[in-house]
Nanobody
């Protein structure tokens, strides 16, 4: 059975850091590009970062560029999102997903093949 499980979310003060993990089971995540998306309260799905299958190319939305770093360990079947210099506007539920279309910046779940259940990130003092 295919599963993507996010972890690492929590409450952090502005300027702090968190590292999210996205662990896959039931399939080889190494065969897929992986996207991180987020959904803030009352807002739609926002594409924030994507990594190719071998980890050599990474992509970011402007609002997180220079603060977030996506990476992957295909031996561990896991993708990571290192989030630094966090801001209150980063508060959201963060999801990892495998996109159907590369760099499609999908803003609804129909654009993704597999997705996790999400992990809450709250940035507040």
């Amino acid at each position: 059975q295919v599963h993507l499980v996010e972890s690492g979310g929590g409450l952090v003060q502005p300027g702090g850091s968190l590292r999210l993990s996205c662990a896959a089971s039931g399939f080889a995540l190494s065969a897929y590009w992986v996207t991180w998306v987020r959904q803030a309260p009352g807002k739609g799905l926002e594409w924030i970062s994507e990594i190719n299958s071998v980890g050599s190319n990474t992509y970011y939305t402007n609002s997180v560029k220079g603060r977030f770093t996506i990476s992957r360990d295909n031996v561990q079947n896991t993708v990571y999102l290192q989030m630094d210099s966090l801001k209150p506007e980063d508060t959201a539920v963060y999801y990892c997903a495998t996109p159907k279309g590369l760099l499609a910046h999908g803003s609804d779940w129909s654009k993704y093949l597999y997705r996790g259940q999400g992990t809450q990130v709250t940035v507040s003092s």
